[in-house]
């Protein structure tokens, strides 16, 4: 008897695996009813409607194009002189105007047909709120200016602003917060969000877009930073990995009775908190030139010019077997 070659099909199998396939095929018909069935019920999450809502890709091209305006140079693919920088910036901006008015735009009328709002131009909402984020940019380059700079005088490990700029996370963090929370500040839905998650995922430092925060403002490593919606953070504060500022715990059913109140610290000028610290609470104050050490539960207030450390924990050194 003559044998196939391994490379020759086998037309009975083929036809079987053909059959197998639109058996599994019409097993799937039924699931897609019924995940129709659940949306149209109200038992999922859906937005499908006729109000699209704003783009994630768009949001993170503004932030992208936004950034090559706050720091001209040192993030574009073309090469910037002081001949072309005027053309450059221009064409920028001009681009982001149109992209973020479109997707702020989107999210107001959004809120609005889905929460059943009173009408408000969302259409002129987007190109005010646009034209104000861009207004802005020249104070968020000085804020920026002093973050880099505070990071520089504070990490004998950075040789230089530009090694910061470039590859810092913190300073990533902080731009991004800083964008975001100024679109919180005149209410954009969604928008601020979006930026401040995606940048969580990117540098894993979550800041919400909400929270209040002053000049010279360093996360020095910053991975498995937490900063709540409600925190206020003075000047020349500078925080290290792994640090949360956070809320207490709310029991079940009582959500909605704290919603809007201050529930995470305030953290005064000048305060250093090292790594692995938590801080706690609305009430709680982290008085100015305070030092926290590492590791710390903190959920009461802490008077300025004092420096709070876990006590050192007793070590154990055995020999190894056989040593």
Same mark, same amino acid.
């Given at each position: 008897?003559?044998?196939?070659?391994?490379?020759?099909?086998?037309?009975?199998?083929?036809?079987?695996?053909?059959?197998?396939?639109?058996?599994?095929?019409?097993?799937?018909?039924?699931?897609?009813?019924?995940?129709?069935?659940?949306?149209?019920?109200?038992?999922?999450?859906?937005?499908?409607?006729?109000?699209?809502?704003?783009?994630?890709?768009?949001?993170?091209?503004?932030?992208?194009?936004?950034?090559?305006?706050?720091?001209?140079?040192?993030?574009?693919?073309?090469?910037?002189?002081?001949?072309?920088?005027?053309?450059?910036?221009?064409?920028?901006?001009?681009?982001?105007?149109?992209?973020?008015?479109?997707?702020?735009?989107?999210?107001?009328?959004?809120?609005?047909?889905?929460?059943?709002?009173?009408?408000?131009?969302?259409?002129?909402?987007?190109?005010?709120?646009?034209?104000?984020?861009?207004?802005?940019?020249?104070?968020?380059?000085?804020?920026?200016?002093?973050?880099?700079?505070?990071?520089?005088?504070?990490?004998?490990?950075?040789?230089?602003?530009?090694?910061?700029?470039?590859?810092?996370?913190?300073?990533?963090?902080?731009?991004?917060?800083?964008?975001?929370?100024?679109?919180?500040?005149?209410?954009?839905?969604?928008?601020?969000?979006?930026?401040?998650?995606?940048?969580?995922?990117?540098?894993?430092?979550?800041?919400?877009?909400?929270?209040?925060?002053?000049?010279?403002?360093?996360?020095?490593?910053?991975?498995?930073?937490?900063?709540?919606?409600?925190?206020?953070?003075?000047?020349? $504060?500078? @925080? =290290?990995? +792994?640090? !949360? *500022?956070?809320?207490?715990?709310?029991?079940? &059913?009582?959500?909605?009775? /704290?919603? %809007?109140?201050?529930?995470?610290?305030?953290?005064?000028?000048? $305060?250093? @908190? =090292?790594? +692995?610290? !938590? *801080?706690?609470?609305?009430?709680?104050?982290? &008085?100015?030139?305070?030092? /926290?050490? %590492?590791?710390?539960?903190?959920?009461?207030?802490?008077?300025?010019?004092?420096?709070?450390?876990?006590?050192?924990?007793?070590?154990?050194?055995?020999?190894?077997?056989?040593?």
């Amino acid at each position: 008897m003559t044998m196939k070659k391994n490379h020759e099909p086998d037309p009975g199998r083929c036809k079987t695996d053909a059959r197998s396939c639109s058996d599994y095929r019409r097993r799937i018909a039924p699931v897609i009813d019924s995940i129709i069935a659940q949306c149209r019920d109200m038992r999922c999450h859906a937005a499908a409607d006729e109000e699209q809502l704003p783009s994630r890709e768009a949001v993170i091209t503004i932030l992208h194009r936004l950034r090559d305006v706050l720091f001209p140079g040192y993030f574009n693919s073309e090469k910037i002189d002081p001949v072309n920088l005027g053309f450059h910036v221009g064409r920028t901006v001009s681009d982001v105007f149109d992209v973020l008015a479109e997707q702020i735009r989107r999210g107001i009328r959004h809120d609005c047909f889905k929460y059943d709002l009173p009408c408000t131009d969302c259409k002129q909402r987007g190109f005010e709120h646009a034209a104000a984020l861009l207004e802005s940019i020249p104070e968020l380059q000085n804020l920026l200016e002093k973050d880099v700079l505070a990071t520089m005088d504070g990490d004998p490990a950075a040789r230089s602003t530009d090694e910061i700029i470039f590859s810092y996370p913190g300073i990533f963090a902080v731009m991004v917060y800083r964008i975001a929370n100024r679109l919180w500040r005149m209410d954009v839905p969604l928008l601020p969000r979006m930026m401040s998650e995606y940048v969580h995922g990117k540098t894993g430092i979550d800041i919400h877009p909400g929270a209040a925060i002053g000049e010279r403002f360093v996360i020095d490593h910053g991975t498995g930073v937490v900063i709540g919606e409600t925190a206020v953070i003075g000047n020349n $504060v500078r @925080i =290290y990995q +792994g640090v !949360t *500022i956070g809320a207490l715990s709310v029991p079940a &059913g009582h959500i909605a009775e /704290i919603r %809007g109140k201050k529930r995470h610290p305030t953290i005064e000028d000048d $305060v250093i @908190i =090292y790594s +692995g610290a !938590t *801080i706690l609470g609305g009430d709680t104050i982290i &008085g100015a030139r305070c030092v /926290i050490g %590492g590791n710390v539960w903190i959920t009461s207030s802490v008077p300025a010019d004092t420096s709070v450390m876990m006590e050192s924990p007793r070590l154990i050194y055995r020999k190894q077997p056989g040593d």
